[in-house]
């Protein structure tokens, strides 16, 4: 079950509703079915690796919490085994079995095969894992204590609203909240369902729109010369922004139509000046994840420099291989894990070429020269994270400045469209429709939008609800309408 889908809104409505009407005795099971009804909406079966997860998680945490010394530690190193296990089983086992196969052949022994289990990856299987890893750890470090109730702490693993693409949540703040009780609050419920509404809005209005486009060029990029490519690739970057970002909302308002707060996972990241902010801004429970669990598990900085170099690299290749098993995803976890090693090699040289160029008397010009450049190099990257294969990656970098004359027309968008197999007037909704979210974050930028409509006529209010909604219904892309990219992760 999908959130833009018409079987989510009944969902949904019913859920909240008995949510509730319910006693607070009967909420935690009913929202318990729910999240599983929800997920065995996709492949039934696959509930039972849930149940793997969630049991092996739970009983670790009471070992560890349980345990003195070195038996803590192996708790929690069999928590880990069996966790990864299940992704390296599930995720990996195929991506594995091929490499394996390709250098076995190029010594000659071109007979030899692996079995193909014929595995269909678990969707949001990296998620729950990467939550519930973080409850064994977090227990074993001390922060958090062993949850004794099965229920809630299968609840955690199971919340549908971030069940299957996060945000990856922690247990000081998700576990602790189930155990709350929470009334029904008009301002609480409301406040969801706008967050829900903006997100549906960048999924459909937007992401939907432009996935069309950016699939016409990127399933077969040899078909395509400069212009195509370099269109197709600024609409990826647009697309999987307000694609996930779109999804977090919907989750996030989901969720606090129950009154529970779920972790921002978005903040802008287009606008960042540099890309270590960029991480900071962009998937921010996953980004985390790594930082607390990994780069700061191997030292961090506080290491010797070229040990730093490496910690950076290691963890940005692993987020890397968590998107995916898939060459194109571990290159751009690398080229990113490069951007941070260069920045921080070439800091004093790019700090003296500024003032000699006198940006720090500029803090405007400094900004947006940065922000640009930031920008392009996150752009550059989505090329080996959308393209299927290295083939096409490498392709598509390789041709991104070929026959740019195809750019030079007076009726720009009627000559473009056509190159990313669009019309003019979709490429026009989907322009429309991104002016529309940039001027929203910018005002959110420099005041709150919920303190901005809070001191507004009702009129006015009411007027940008129903305009949201009404872009939804009559302006979202239905014949293009697919699942959330960060699905199949």
Same mark, same amino acid.
Request: glycine share 6%; net charge positive.
């Given at each position: 079950m999908i959130f833009n889908s018409i079987q989510f809104l009944f969902f949904f409505v019913l859920v909240t509703t008995l949510y509730y009407v319910l006693p607070y005795r009967y909420r935690w099971p009913m929202l318990l079915a729910a999240s599983c009804w929800f997920y065995m909406a996709f492949v039934p079966v696959y509930i039972l690796i849930l149940a793997f997860t969630i049991a092996v998680d739970y009983a670790a945490g009471?070992?560890?919490?349980?345990?003195?010394?070195?038996?803590?530690?192996?708790?929690?190193?069999?928590?880990?085994?069996?966790?990864?296990?299940?992704?390296?089983? &599930?995720?990996?086992?195929? &991506?594995? #079995?091929?490499?394996? +196969?390709?250098?076995?052949?190029?010594?000659?022994?071109?007979?030899?095969?692996?079995?193909?289990?014929?595995?269909?990856? *678990?969707?949001?299987?990296?998620?729950?894992? &990467?939550?519930?890893?973080?409850?064994?750890? +977090?227990?074993?470090?001390?922060?958090? *204590?062993? +949850?004794?109730?099965?229920?809630?702490?299968?609840?955690?693993?199971?919340?549908? *609203?971030q069940l299957v693409a996060g945000p990856i949540e922690r247990p000081d703040n998700l576990l602790r909240q189930l155990h709350l009780k929470f009334d029904f609050d008009y301002k609480t419920v409301t406040s969801g369902l706008k967050l829900m509404a903006w997100g549906f809005f960048k999924k459909l209005v937007i992401a939907d729109r432009v996935a069309a486009m950016v699939n016409h060029?990127?399933?077969?990029?040899?078909?395509?010369?400069?212009?195509?490519?370099?269109?197709? #690739?600024?609409?990826?970057?647009?697309?999987?922004?307000?694609?996930?970002?779109g999804y977090s909302d919907i989750a996030l308002g989901a969720a606090r139509?129950?009154?529970?707060?779920?972790?921002?996972?978005?903040?802008? *990241?287009?606008?960042?000046?540099?890309?270590? +902010? &960029?991480?900071?801004?962009?998937?921010?429970?996953?980004s985390s994840w790594f930082r607390d669990y990994v780069y700061i598990s191997l030292g961090g900085?506080?290491?010797?420099?070229?040990?730093?170099?490496?910690?950076?690299?290691? #963890?940005?290749?692993?987020?890397?291989?968590?998107?995916?098993?898939?060459?194109?995803?571990?290159?751009?976890?690398?080229?990113?894990?490069?951007?941070?090693?260069?920045?921080?090699?070439?800091?004093?040289?790019?700090?003296?070429?500024?003032?000699?160029l006198g940006l720090g008397k500029a803090t405007w010009l400094n900004n947006a020269v940065q922000t640009s450049t930031t920008l392009l190099l996150v752009a550059f990257a989505w090329i080996f994270f959308r393209a299927d294969t290295m083939t096409n990656a490498w392709y598509i970098v390789t041709h991104l400045f070929t026959n740019l004359g195809g750019f030079l027309t007076s009726d720009a968008l009627t000559f473009w469209a056509p190159m990313v197999g669009s019309s003019a007037n979709e490429m026009y909704v989907a322009l429309l429709g991104i002016a529309i979210m940039e001027l929203v974050q910018r005002m959110h930028d420099r005041r709150s939008m919920t303190l901005r409509l809070a001191s507004w006529s009702p009129m006015k209010r009411y007027a940008v609800y129903a305009g949201i909604v009404a872009f939804c219904i009559f302006l979202g892309s239905y014949y293009h309408t697919a699942q959330f990219i960060y699905f199949q992760f």
């Amino acid at each position: 079950m999908i959130f833009n889908s018409i079987q989510f809104l009944f969902f949904f409505v019913l859920v909240t509703t008995l949510y509730y009407v319910l006693p607070y005795r009967y909420r935690w099971p009913m929202l318990l079915a729910a999240s599983c009804w929800f997920y065995m909406a996709f492949v039934p079966v696959y509930i039972l690796i849930l149940a793997f997860t969630i049991a092996v998680d739970y009983a670790a945490g009471i070992l560890i919490a349980g345990s003195t010394g070195a038996t803590r530690k192996r708790w929690l190193i069999a928590s880990i085994i069996a966790n990864v296990g299940v992704l390296a089983i &599930f995720k990996y086992y195929g &991506f594995l #079995t091929d490499n394996w +196969e390709d250098l076995v052949h190029s010594f000659g022994y071109l007979d030899y095969s692996v079995p193909d289990l014929g595995i269909i990856l *678990p969707i949001g299987l990296s998620f729950h894992t &990467f939550q519930s890893l973080s409850y064994t750890i +977090e227990v074993y470090r001390g922060n958090q *204590p062993a +949850e004794r109730h099965l229920g809630l702490f299968s609840l955690y693993v199971m919340f549908y *609203p971030q069940l299957v693409a996060g945000p990856i949540e922690r247990p000081d703040n998700l576990l602790r909240q189930l155990h709350l009780k929470f009334d029904f609050d008009y301002k609480t419920v409301t406040s969801g369902l706008k967050l829900m509404a903006w997100g549906f809005f960048k999924k459909l209005v937007i992401a939907d729109r432009v996935a069309a486009m950016v699939n016409h060029v990127y399933d077969d990029p040899q078909a395509h010369d400069g212009p195509a490519l370099i269109l197709a #690739t600024i609409f990826f970057t647009i697309q999987i922004y307000c694609d996930f970002s779109g999804y977090s909302d919907i989750a996030l308002g989901a969720a606090r139509t129950l009154g529970i707060d779920l972790m921002r996972n978005f903040r802008t *990241p287009y606008y960042s000046t540099n890309i270590s +902010e &960029f991480w900071r801004r962009w998937h921010i429970s996953l980004s985390s994840w790594f930082r607390d669990y990994v780069y700061i598990s191997l030292g961090g900085n506080r290491v010797v420099k070229w040990r730093w170099y490496y910690n950076l690299m290691i #963890t940005f290749l692993l987020s890397g291989l968590w998107h995916g098993a898939n060459w194109t995803y571990i290159a751009w976890g690398g080229l990113h894990g490069f951007y941070l090693v260069f920045a921080v090699v070439t800091a004093n040289a790019r700090g003296k070429l500024g003032a000699a160029l006198g940006l720090g008397k500029a803090t405007w010009l400094n900004n947006a020269v940065q922000t640009s450049t930031t920008l392009l190099l996150v752009a550059f990257a989505w090329i080996f994270f959308r393209a299927d294969t290295m083939t096409n990656a490498w392709y598509i970098v390789t041709h991104l400045f070929t026959n740019l004359g195809g750019f030079l027309t007076s009726d720009a968008l009627t000559f473009w469209a056509p190159m990313v197999g669009s019309s003019a007037n979709e490429m026009y909704v989907a322009l429309l429709g991104i002016a529309i979210m940039e001027l929203v974050q910018r005002m959110h930028d420099r005041r709150s939008m919920t303190l901005r409509l809070a001191s507004w006529s009702p009129m006015k209010r009411y007027a940008v609800y129903a305009g949201i909604v009404a872009f939804c219904i009559f302006l979202g892309s239905y014949y293009h309408t697919a699942q959330f990219i960060y699905f199949q992760f």
